[in-house]
């Protein structure tokens, strides 16, 4: 005691003499967060149980006390719709029918915890008939106007609404049909939101869209969360939540859930697709959460928890929690259920047994919830980035996809109207001939009848000709009779030209017998091409118009000062004449000659002979417009209407 005193004794001094001021408290700055809002953190821990509404004051009372034991700080309740509403729209007297409801928001307002509230079933007023009890779709006003009841009698308590549970079985929503219950989600979401953030009843709460079961697509009764999470937003629930949830189970408890990244059939697998589909459709910052998740334990012959289930039971929701916590785009998780035994919940998935003893979840749910949250490491973050990739490319090629059938069925559409213009020509003939009526109908009446008339006389040229060569090929001779007249005819259907017959083709003006013509003819110009068929005697060829190529050069006169006809039309009615005039005198062609210098026939009859026996019938096609056919000693007495002009006859 002594040495106390002595010890304390100079304390005392310095306190007594010494003026002590007080240091004054310096500010901290802490982030608050009501116990009664739900921290959107994938490390907050929350525990489902449906089995809350129904029971006692004092066992909800309990159950809460026990969660709060263990740093659980979030319910998700069940409000079921079918057992509140049973009897019709309207309130019972007394709010009775509200009774069970406040006992459970009575007692989560007293512990000052987070409240998620799943409002579903449909009471059977309210359900389409033939539907399953509860699980009718019902009309989205109706249920709209149920959650609004709820958010005004509890939008204090809760922090977040959950539209429907696992609408993607038609246990639960019929008929399974995502459009519905978009349509449903749509009527929710602006009924506690609002529009633009006002005039809803609950603007501050969050809505939750989804709780989607781990199925698999089958024949319309149940669809796989990302299938039906894909048909949403395209029936346009873009916009009208706040962050979607699934129940990744594993209903055969023997994969975990960390195992099931490249499963199909797996929880983790459909996950990542459903994020794929958010991040594709603009909702990349939106979270998913997991609003239940489980492992069901199983008795041994005693009654008991078996060890081993037990054991597993703990390994799967410890592989749960770490996975999902490991993930950038995952929210709170709730763990199903509280304790087995209960009515309204499935027996063995309670972290506790019937009599309150805890399970090895129970331990495991607390470490975890006093665990720091997990940092990521580089391999999810790889991982991560790479199924960003993945959704990106697969958007991509989907907008490929859909240009390529496009492109293709443009040029089908093209190549089927190609193959109708080359098969079908004849549904083209009407607008030809609707295309010419116009200019058909400018044709007067007098240019008809002038070429009737046209075309009448040149068949009856042409039939002149074949009775001229008829007469010709009978044996028609000249004076000399040792030469053969060559059909005019044959030398057009050869095709040759015979140079020295063009050559040697001018006859003399003076011996040429006019009986057609007028003697005062006006001459025409030289440059003309075209005879009037009009005056004409008909012609054993074609128009000159036919072989314009063919040029006949011009034979001068010196006698009559004219030139020879130029074309061949001038000398085509000439050569009419000459095959219908026997040859009298060779000495008229010795004096026509084709202006050339080295023309050697300059006496009479003798010249013409000689003349006549080197032309022999040429094999070659003759000019077409210039028949030629006779020798020189045949010249005589021809009628010529080369240059128009009436030539009197020079016979020996």
Aim: charged content about 20%; glycine content about 8%.
């Amino acid at each position: 005691m002594l040495r106390v005193v002595v010890v304390l004794m100079p304390l005392a001094v310095i306190c007594t003499y010494s003026q002590v001021t007080p240091t004054p408290p310096r500010p901290v700055a802490v982030d608050v967060i009501p116990t009664a809002e739900i921290d959107p953190a994938s490390s907050s821990i929350g525990i489902a149980d449906s089995s809350l509404y129904g029971l006692s004051p004092a066992d909800i009372d309990k159950t809460l006390t026990q969660l709060q034991s263990i740093g659980v700080q979030n319910v998700r309740v069940f409000v079921p719709w079918a057992l509140i509403k049973m009897t019709g729209p309207n309130d019972l007297a007394n709010d009775a029918n509200w009774t069970l409801m406040n006992n459970v928001m009575d007692a989560a307002r007293a512990h000052n915890m987070g409240v998620l509230a799943v409002i579903s079933h449909t009471p059977l007023w309210a359900a389409p008939s033939g539907t399953l009890p509860g699980a009718g779709a019902p009309d989205p006003a109706v249920y709209a106007d149920f959650v609004k009841q709820v958010a005004t009698r509890y939008g204090d308590v809760i922090s977040a609404y959950e539209v429907w549970n696992e609408p993607n079985s038609a246990s639960f929503f019929q008929p399974m049909d995502p459009v519905k219950y978009t349509a449903i989600l749509k009527a929710v979401y602006t009924t506690l939101k609002g529009v633009n953030g006002t005039g809803g009843v609950d603007p501050t709460s969050t809505v939750i869209a989804g709780a989607l079961a781990p199925l698999q697509d089958f024949f319309g009764l149940t669809s796989s969360p990302q299938t039906f999470l894909a048909a949403m937003y395209a029936a346009g629930a873009k916009g009208y939540f706040d962050a979607i949830s699934v129940h990744p189970y594993e209903f055969n408890q023997v994969l975990k859930f960390s195992q099931g990244a490249l499963n199909p059939l797996a929880a983790l697998y459909q996950v990542q697709q459903m994020r794929a589909i958010m991040v594709q459709n603009g909702d990349s910052q939106k979270l998913i959460w997991a609003t239940e998740y489980g492992f069901q334990t199983v008795l041994d012959q005693n009654g008991v928890v078996d060890p081993t289930s037990n054991q597993k039971q703990a390994d799967f929701i410890q592989d749960f929690i770490t996975t999902w916590r490991a993930l950038t785009y995952t929210g709170p998780l709730f763990i199903y259920t509280t304790r087995d035994g209960v009515p309204g919940t499935d027996t063995g998935y309670g972290i506790f047994q019937a009599d309150w003893t805890a399970k090895l979840a129970v331990k495991v749910i607390s470490d975890a919830i006093g665990l720091p949250p997990v940092v990521v490491s580089p391999i999810v973050a790889l991982a991560e980035l790479i199924q960003k990739a993945l959704a990106q490319f697969q958007k991509a090629f989907t907008s490929f996809t859909a240009s390529l059938q496009t492109a293709f069925s443009n040029a089908v559409k093209a190549f089927q109207s190609l193959l109708s213009g080359i098969f079908k020509p004849a549904a083209a003939q009407p607008v030809t001939t609707a295309s010419l009526a116009p200019a058909a109908a400018s044709i007067s009446a007098d240019s008809l009848a002038a070429a009737n008339r046209a075309a009448t006389e040149l068949k009856s040229q042409v039939g002149g000709s074949k009775d001229s060569a008829d007469h010709v090929k009978a044996g028609d001779k000249s004076e000399s009779g040792d030469v053969k007249v060559v059909d005019a005819a044959e030398h057009e259907a050869a095709g040759a030209v015979d140079t020295k017959a063009v050559d040697t083709k001018a006859v003399d003006t003076k011996a040429v017998d006019t009986k057609a013509e007028d003697p005062k003819t006006e001459t025409p110009k030289v440059d003309e091409t075209k005879p009037d068929v009009k005056t004409e005697t008909p012609a054993a060829e074609t128009p000159a118009a036919e072989n314009p190529k063919v040029e006949t050069p011009k034979a001068e006169t010196p006698k009559a000062g004219t030139s020879q006809a130029d074309s061949p039309a001038s000398a085509e009615p000439k050569a009419a004449n000459e095959s219908k005039k026997p040859a009298k005198d060779g000495a008229a062609q010795d004096k026509s000659t084709d202006g050339k210098a080295d023309d050697k026939s300059g006496t009479k009859g003798k010249s013409g002979k000689k003349a006549g026996k080197s032309k022999k019938p040429a094999p070659a096609a003759a000019e077409p417009s210039k028949p030629t056919g006779r020798s020189n000693s045949e010249g005589g007495g021809k009628n010529s209407s080369t240059d128009g002009k009436s030539h009197q006859h020079q016979g020996a």
